[in-house]
């Protein structure tokens, strides 16, 4: 869809650093603050086409927007890059405290969201809030923390968002906290802590494993997940055994075709499940599952591992191929119906054998929504000493 916002471009030009939008950015490309950022004149979730030229993470515009007391907050819109190599524009926002930031700035905490849907009015961002946004967002902001969410790729902006793909969710992630560093009273440093739940897990430890490659521009110090999607091919099997979980893979489907053409989800879904899988693109996570609750039959002609490339795919998609330079968190409830916990021990256990540094703390009784509050303070305690720059505890077997 052609935007009508060429009026833009010029004033965007000057702020843009031109780069080559197929490849990785360098060192010079990103992390330099630069002033006062282009505000939309029109929708900020709709970019200019075509797309100014701009490095991973770079802003394409700003908009601030209500903040909790003696913080400040903005809307943004930023660049970064798809899974093919593409310059896409994906949309999030970032949380300062007021005031002078330290030498070298302030720690940023970049959060990765829960399922929340695949349609464009589910983004995290278009909260009337910033606070229900970031959870955790009071603490952060008392700590001194920039506070920053990535609404993923496709998710607000055009394009569909490409669900449980695991680079597209961590590219997200970690350019937000470089989009961060464009924005002067922000004042974001390098040093980043990443943070996420349930797909914002699987995003999380995406971001991690990929962050030397793609991002070496930033310090991450740490991975907190919890319940984290960390076995595609033993969720699937999880989910498309239990009607109320049938939505997740209608999503699974649609999302990892947007990302993949060779992806078919006509040979996945009954030609029913196809028919209805309208409701993927104009409902949020809940209604999805509500619409799917019914047999499993109904929805799901094949099972994908039964479906190439479909396996191949979700192996792909699967975080822990190689292990993660930081430190990694995961918390898990004992009674999580939805990401079991055999699921996440399995996780564990392999980036446990390719040496990582993992903690892995189970909640006793949580369930899978109903684990991130008794965890919360945990969580921030961890974080805050990966900042402090103590040593992480290690359960892994020695």
């Known amino acids: 869809m052609v935007r009508r916002l060429v009026s833009l471009l010029v004033a965007l030009a000057l702020v843009a650093v031109a780069c080559d939008s197929g490849g990785t950015a360098s060192d010079d490309d990103v992390g330099a603050a630069s002033g006062d950022p282009a505000v939309p004149e029109g929708d900020l979730y709709l970019p200019p086409e075509p797309l100014p030229d701009g490095a991973p993470g770079e802003l394409i515009w700003a908009e601030e927007v209500d903040a909790p007391p003696d913080a400040q907050a ?4 930023y660049h970064s890059e798809s899974i093919e190599g593409d310059d896409v524009a994906v949309s999030g926002v970032v949380v300062a405290p007021d005031g002078a930031a330290p030498d070298g700035g302030r720690p940023v905490v970049t959060w990765a969201h ?42 607000g902006t055009p394009g569909v968002h490409p669900f449980l793909v695991g680079e597209s969710e961590g590219r997200g992630v970690l350019d937000i906290a470089r989009a961060a560093q464009h924005i002067d009273d922000a004042g974001a440093g390098d040093e980043v802590a990443i943070w996420g739940m349930s797909q914002g897990g699987h995003a999380a430890l995406f971001a991690g494993q990929i962050a030397p490659g793609y991002a070496p521009d930033l310090d991450v110090v740490g991975v907190a997940a919890g319940a984290p999607v960390g076995n ?9 055994s239990v009607p109320d979980f049938v939505g997740f893979v209608v999503m699974g489907g649609m999302g990892f075709a947007a990302a993949y053409p060779e992806a078919d989800v006509d040979a996945v879904l009954t030609p029913q499940g196809r028919e209805d899988a309208v409701v993927v693109e104009e409902q949020c996570a809940a209604e999805v599952l509500e619409a799917f609750a019914g047999p499993v039959e109904e929805t799901i002609a094949q099972n994908p591992m039964d479906v190439p490339p479909w396996p191949a795919l979700l192996e792909e998609n ?3 191929a190689v292990a993660t330079d930081a430190p990694i968190h995961v918390f898990q409830g004992s009674e999580d119906a939805l990401v079991p916990e055999f699921v996440t021990d399995e996780y564990v256990g392999r ?9 892995l703390v189970i909640y006793p009784g949580a369930d899978h929504s109903g684990v991130f509050e008794p965890a919360l ?19 892994c077997p020695s």
């Open 74 to 77: 903005w809307r943004v819109l």
């Open 114 to 155: 829960g399922t929340v849907g695949l349609a464009d009015g589910c983004a995290p961002s278009k909260e009337a809030s910033v606070s229900e946004t970031i959870p955790g967002l009071q603490e952060m902001l008392d700590a001194g923390y920039v506070a920053v969410a990535t609404d993923y790729e496709g998710l």
């Open 232 to 240: 595609l091919p033993l969720l699937l099997d999880v989910a498309s």
């Open 318 to 320: 699967t975080p822990g």
């Open 351 to 359: 980036v446990c054998e390719l040496g990582s540094v993992v903690e």
């Open 377 to 395: 303070g945990e969580n921030l305690t961890w974080i805050a000493e990966r900042f402090a720059g103590g040593d992480a505890a290690d359960t």
